[in-house]
């Protein structure tokens, strides 16, 4: 926090900065720090230094095609539920003004550069799935309240039924009212959205007599959840999975290298192949990294 002070100074940049800057940084920089997660910490100090430079656009601001620093960023609306905080705003995204989720100060996604996350957390395990000679017909999401993941799963007419696991209500509410295209498959009768807690879901069902899933996307907002991402847990996943079904992980971004590590350790304890995806998202500020993963021997190649 002091050196992007000082680098904001030596740039003439500090009255440009938002408001309560410093405060805002250090208490996220910290929080990370106090989790154990020193590489989310470098992220986001990384992160709010390159919003603070850019003009006090903040949240605004993303890497690829970015945000225009002319453009004010307004935030349209906030909302708190009993289990994250949840804020719109809107803002510039390369040459269009667009809309930005945020859940507890973490960028989910733009109504601009959607797309690049959702296709790519879904697109290449379909593929991977068809390949292998049963087209997928069932698909497992925990996470992605807003649809938008879904929207693309349920665009293949193989898909017969897909169920979401997300215990906000207000995720799915809030992205009907202002993301109507990235929520679209909400109104899809093969959809099945559940809002509770996915990962007791998948406790109470990995032995179950329940019809095995194709597709499993975990979807979550990397930090708080972090810690119970458990073998036990994905040992239920594979339960659940059908011999040839495919996991897709959102692993975190490439600064996140000792918690990639041990996401991936897990993945090759549970499954027979583990392979790593990288993708660049202009909402994001590094390129990002997938985990997919199968139960068969699979070659995405």
Same mark, same amino acid.
């Given at each position: 926090?002091?050196?992007?002070?000082?680098?904001?100074?030596?740039?003439?940049?500090?009255?440009?900065?938002?408001?309560?800057?410093?405060?805002?940084?250090?208490?996220?920089?910290?929080?990370?720090?106090?989790?154990?997660?020193?590489?989310?910490?470098?992220?986001? &100090?990384?992160?709010?230094?390159?919003?603070?430079?850019?003009?006090?656009?903040?949240?605004?601001?993303?890497?690829?095609?970015?945000?225009?620093?002319?453009?004010?960023?307004?935030?349209?609306?906030?909302?708190?539920?009993?289990?994250?905080?949840?804020?719109?705003?809107?803002?510039?995204?390369?040459?269009?003004?667009?809309?930005?989720?945020?859940?507890?100060?973490?960028?989910?996604?733009?109504?601009?550069?959607?797309?690049?996350?959702?296709?790519?957390?879904?697109?290449?395990?379909?593929?991977?799935? &068809?390949?292998?000679?049963?087209?997928?017909?069932?698909?497992?999401?925990?996470?992605?309240?807003?649809?938008?993941?879904?929207?693309?799963?349920?665009?293949? #007419?193989?898909?017969?039924?897909?169920?979401?696991?997300?215990? #906000?209500?207000?995720?799915?509410?809030?992205?009907?009212?202002?993301?109507?295209?990235?929520?679209?498959?909400?109104?899809?009768?093969?959809?099945?959205?559940?809002?509770?807690?996915?990962?007791?879901?998948?406790?109470?069902?990995?032995?179950?007599?329940? &019809?095995?899933?194709?597709?499993?996307?975990?979807?979550?907002?990397?930090?708080?959840?972090?810690?119970?991402?458990?073998?036990?847990?994905?040992?239920?996943?594979?339960?659940?999975?059908?011999?040839?079904?495919?996991?897709?992980?959102?692993?975190?971004?490439?600064?996140?290298?000792?918690?990639?590590?041990?996401?991936?350790?897990?993945?090759?304890?549970?499954?027979?192949?583990?392979?790593?995806?990288?993708?660049?998202?202009?909402?994001? &500020?590094? #390129?990002?990294?997938?985990?997919?993963?199968?139960?068969?021997?699979?070659?995405?190649?």
């Amino acid at each position: 926090v002091a050196l992007a002070g000082g680098l904001l100074s030596a740039e003439g940049a500090i009255e440009a900065a938002p408001e309560h800057w410093e405060e805002d940084l250090r208490r996220q920089t910290v929080a990370f720090l106090r989790g154990g997660l020193p590489g989310k910490a470098v992220e986001a &100090a990384l992160s709010g230094l390159a919003d603070a430079i850019g003009g006090g656009l903040g949240r605004g601001m993303s890497t690829l095609g970015g945000t225009n620093s002319g453009v004010k960023q307004e935030m349209v609306k906030q909302w708190k539920t009993q289990y994250q905080v949840g804020e719109l705003w809107r803002t510039q995204c390369a040459e269009e003004r667009c809309y930005e989720l945020f859940l507890d100060d973490v960028r989910q996604f733009s109504d601009r550069f959607e797309r690049y996350y959702h296709e790519v957390m879904s697109y290449p395990a379909l593929n991977i799935i &068809a390949a292998s000679g049963s087209p997928p017909k069932r698909a497992l999401m925990l996470g992605g309240g807003d649809g938008g993941i879904a929207s693309r799963v349920l665009a293949v #007419d193989t898909v017969e039924h897909m169920t979401i696991l997300d215990i #906000d209500e207000q995720v799915t509410v809030k992205a009907k009212a202002w993301f109507p295209r990235v929520s679209a498959s909400t109104s899809d009768p093969r959809l099945e959205i559940l809002h509770t807690d996915a990962i007791a879901w998948v406790k109470e069902n990995a032995a179950s007599e329940l &019809a095995r899933f194709d597709l499993v996307v975990i979807d979550f907002t990397d930090t708080p959840l972090e810690s119970l991402f458990t073998d036990q847990f994905f040992g239920g996943l594979k339960a659940l999975m059908t011999p040839t079904g495919v996991l897709v992980q959102n692993i975190g971004s490439m600064l996140a290298a000792a918690e990639m590590k041990d996401h991936f350790q897990k993945h090759v304890r549970t499954f027979r192949t583990t392979f790593a995806m990288t993708t660049s998202i202009p909402d994001y &500020a590094t #390129d990002y990294v997938l985990g997919l993963s199968s139960p068969a021997d699979i070659d995405p190649w």
